[in-house]
């Protein structure tokens, strides 16, 4: 994401949407109510009368709507927004819907950004582009790929089949796994030139055989590939690989990949009992003593008023905020948590009681810093 003008009198940001993850940025940055501006298309209507509607000319103009409906379509990459015509060449008042894609300039009116504004926004500025990251969970008869790109994980393929039992030399068992690890690196040959880098991960020697067959049909990929022990294939290990940190290096960049990551670490210091708090009254208690370092909001507690009044403390008394994504592992174990949690900077004990923040076990007084 691009900042190209702001406007402090107005409150007017003119932003340039560059990657997947701005626009899913974008579709929580705006709220309804908001004007929100971008070159769009309409049928004009000075055409003759007598050409039908649905043959009259369309004229590309700007057009600035005051949002009703936001929606994001991840799957196809685009936002739309629909709402009356607050500004443009004509048809004021009248409802359009703005169509945003990757590479499109958008206005969006915020006189007063909130924290969770902000944090989005300073998320997307931060940005040098998505890396694309390519994940091969492997083992035999039970094999995932996916990408990872920014806030995204996309799944290419998973790969279930039954491998007969190696009884004997040269029987159906190696023939079955010398297909299944020809069709795992004819996945890995089609898709990994357009990754910056490939993890290939799961337990045992399958993961060591595929980057060995794959250097040798395309030397080129070699340097691209980095192998990582985890206990689990399939999706289940892509979601521990990415929970774990093991491949934070190769990863670094990703925000879906930082998520669990961070998600993880919350949950072990929610295990030792002392670094963690849950839940927004707990978490605020923490913000205002000023424990926290990261402070994890789901995405779709960003409007919840009382939410937004920890946020603005937190980023006054410079947390650090991570907005989660609902979808995924690491969304799902947040929102069991209260959707608001916070990893500490120091052993620390609440007030009131935790027994009312979900996820938290009653337990006897803390031990303070």
Partial sequence: MRLLHHDASTGRFRLRLETPSDLWRIARLIHPG??????????????????????????????????????????SRHVRVTGPIVEGPFDLGRHHTLDLTE??????????????????????????????????????GDSSLVR?????????????RTIAGKRYEGGQGDKDRAAYVEELVGLLEREAPSAQAVVLAGPGFLK??????????????????????TAESGRVGVDELLRSGRASEVLRGSVAAEEAEVVEHL???????????????????????????????????????????????????????????????????????????????????????????????PEGPRSGA
Wanted: no cysteine; net charge neutral.
């Fill in 34 to 75: 908001e004007i929100v501006g971008a070159s769009t298309t309409r049928r004009d209507p000075e055409a003759p009368i007598d050409v039908a509607g649905a043959e009259r000319t369309r004229r590309r103009v700007f057009l600035a709507v005051r949002a009703e409906q936001i929606e994001f379509h991840g799957f």
């Fill in 103 to 140: 590479g499109d300039e958008v206005t969006v009116e915020k006189p007063r950004p909130s924290a969770a504004d902000r944090t989005l926004l300073d998320e997307g500025l931060a940005g040098k582009g998505d890396p694309s990251v390519l994940i091969a969970a492997v083992d035999w």
């Fill in 148 to 160: 990872v790109r920014g806030r995204a994980i996309e799944p290419v393929a998973d790969l279930r």
């Fill in 208 to 229: 060591e055989a595929v980057q060995r067959r794959l250097a040798e049909r395309v030397p080129a990929l070699a340097s691209k590939v980095t192998v990582v022990a």
């Fill in 267 to 361: 949950v072990r210091s929610l295990a030792g009992g002392r670094r963690a708090a849950v839940g927004p009254i707990e978490v605020a208690e923490a913000v205002e003593a000023g424990a926290v370092e990261t402070l994890l909001v789901s995405e779709t507690a960003l409007t919840d008023p009382t939410v937004g009044a920890v946020l603005d403390a937190a980023r006054a008394g410079r947390g650090r905020i991570l907005v989660v994504r609902d979808e995924g592992e690491a969304g799902h174990r947040l929102a069991a948590l209260g959707r608001v949690a916070a990893i500490l900077r120091y052993d620390w004990v609440p007030t009131r009681p935790a027994t009312g923040s979900p996820g938290r076990t």
